[in-house]
């Protein structure tokens, strides 16, 4: 099956401060943009990421080819047990996603 890394230029996450995350999903082309935002719906990144959707924000930024969601951080940036400092790990559950055929 197709995985969101297969139809995406980038995904990176990164630390929004010490208290949020931050994923941006880039696209290099507005084909790919339209089944990104198919296949990273609110509910599917929610469950990925293992929080909420009342948790999650979402900004699609068509201009740009751009999805970013941002979330709380399960740990506090910087505490004892904060395993992933920069928050980078992140972005691999999102590259990880189903792509569905439709998509």
């Not at 599917?44 to 970013?68: C, M, Q, T």
């Not at 399960?74 to 569905?100: C, K, W, Y």
């Amino acid at each position: 099956m197709t995985k969101m890394a297969d139809i995406t230029q980038k995904i990176r996450s990164k630390n929004a401060g010490p208290f949020w995350i931050t994923i941006d999903v880039f696209c290099a082309d507005d084909a790919a943009y339209t089944r990104a935002l198919v296949a990273a719906d609110s509910e599917r990144v929610a469950h990925a990421l293992g929080i909420s959707v009342s948790n999650l924000k979402r900004y699609d930024l068509p201009d740009l080819r751009v999805l970013k969601f941002s979330f709380p951080r399960p740990i506090v940036q910087g505490t004892r047990f904060d395993r992933d400092m920069h928050g980078a790990s992140f972005a691999n559950l999102i590259a990880e996603l189903d792509v569905p055929p439709n998509a």
